[in-house]
Structure formats: C-alpha cells, structure tokens
C-alpha cells in the first residue's frame, strides 16, 4: 500500500459550544490550522503517483474560498471541534478524491484529530 499526504493551512476563529464558562475554548479564540489530507492506493498511476500533488489544488481552493479567515461558528452546521472538522472536509474532498481515506485537523503544533473512513 503506498500513502501520501499534503498539508494545507488558515486561520479561522471560533467558540466551542457546551463547555463551562471558565474553559478558555468556550470563549471566541483563533487557530492557524493545519489541514493533512491522506491519500493511498495498492497500486501506482503510470508515472509513479499515488496521485498528482497539483492535482489537490481544489482542497487549498475550497479552504481558501470557504475557511480562511472566517468565524467557523458562523459558516458550519455543527460545533466547530476539529474532530467535527474533520470529518466535514473528509466527506467534501472524498468524492473528487477517491484515493482519500483519512483528514487531519490540527488547532496547535501539538494537538491534532483525525477523520479516518472505516472500509
């Protein structure tokens, strides 16, 4: 099996709805995010790819339209976890990338959640 995977990234605000007051998520705060899509295949394309890095330039152009610099709690139906996060983009990107089997949200350097499709 051969993975790849290319990162992506913005900053976006948000609150996180259901905690107590005195957590400091439940206040409006910001991340610069880190958006890891993971690709694999069982066998490569006729140059030697999983799959063409350039040919993931609709994941940064739909996080640039749609995320960045964005307030998520104003633009998502859900509570804006990274793990809520990253489920939503793994299911926008999985239908024009079919090699994708898991996305990765990071809020800080050293924390991140994964979505990964069970198969």
Not at 23 to 38: A, E, F, I
Not at 71 to 82: E, G, S, V, Y
Request: net charge negative.
């Amino acid at each position: 099996m051969y993975k790849i995977s290319k990162q992506f990234s913005f900053s976006a605000s948000h609150v996180l709805e259901g905690l107590p007051c005195e957590h400091p998520c439940s206040r409006l705060h910001g991340h610069n995010y880190v958006v890891t899509v993971h690709l694999k295949a069982g066998e490569l394309d006729n140059v030697g790819f999983v799959r063409d890095y350039r040919a993931l330039q609709s994941v940064k152009d739909y996080i640039d339209d749609n995320l960045d610099h964005r307030h998520l709690n104003d633009i998502l139906p859900f509570n804006p976890t990274a793990e809520h996060l990253a489920k939503y983009l793994y299911d926008i990107f999985k239908k024009d990338i079919p090699e994708l089997f898991a996305v990765e949200v990071s809020e800080t350097p050293k924390t991140s959640a994964i979505y990964e499709a069970e198969y």
